[in-house]
């Protein structure tokens, strides 16, 4: 089963837009900013958490470049047989560490299974079952895990705390760039819930030149 990896747009982006700008003073002034940017959330399931692997604790750019380079040699389905037919040395001359390629491999073999490819699967879940799904897989830790319920399933009211551009960005904008703790990051997202994913975007955004996707 193949879904392309296009985006589309959380239908409720607005609607947490206008509450997030009502109860916070920083979201308030952050968020007209950026005007009609907003996130993108794939289609495919197995894309976006190859995607999620490769990006791991690099910089965007270069997430971007690595997984250009992955589509140019697996073709731009970049389905799961087309990546368990590269060799590990064959991801790392892509540019992929050694890790990595075992973990993009491991992904792969994961969704070989066709109920996995299918979004539906994962949209019946709730995200305490997919972060322990895909922490099975190696390489896959909590962040990974968030970042999927993010930027596939485009859940609402993820609050990734173990981002550090996350952190940093809080730390920036309520804190006058002093170190944060997660108690204190949790303490501050209160008043977003239930849209914590729509605030952590617009955190990011603000501390990067670019949006952050996967």
């Not at 907003?38 to 997984?67: D, F, H, M």
């Not at 968030?146 to 960005?169: S, Y």
């Not at 904008?173 to 944060?180: D, I, L, Q, R, T």
Request: hydrophobic share 45%; proline share 5%.
């Amino acid at each position: 089963m193949h879904y392309p990896d296009t985006q589309l747009r959380p239908v409720y982006w607005a609607e947490a837009c206008q509450d997030l700008m009502q109860r916070d003073r920083i979201l308030r002034k952050l968020i007209p900013v950026y005007g009609e940017e907003r996130i993108q959330v794939r289609q495919s399931p197995y894309q976006t958490l190859i995607r999620i692997i490769v990006g791991q604790q690099i910089s965007l750019a270069l997430g971007r470049k690595l997984w250009q380079q992955l589509v140019r040699a697996c073709g731009p389905d970049t389905l799961p047989d087309a990546i368990i037919q590269h060799s590990e040395a064959e991801l790392r001359a892509m540019g992929l560490s050694l890790r990595k390629a075992q973990y993009v491999r491991d992904a792969a073999v994961y969704f070989q299974q066709s109920e996995r490819m299918d979004p539906a699967w994962w949209q019946a879940q709730d995200n305490a079952a997919i972060l322990s799904q895909l922490c099975e897989i190696r390489g896959v830790g909590r962040w990974s895990a968030e970042m999927f319920l993010i930027f596939f399933l485009g859940r609402p009211d993820v609050l990734p705390l173990d981002d550090t551009a996350l952190l940093k960005a809080i730390s920036h904008h309520y804190f006058s760039g002093e170190p944060v703790s997660r108690f204190e990051a949790r303490e501050v997202s209160q008043a977003w819930a239930p849209w914590r994913t729509v605030a952590s975007w617009y955190l990011w955004r603000s501390m990067d030149a670019a949006a952050v996707e996967y």
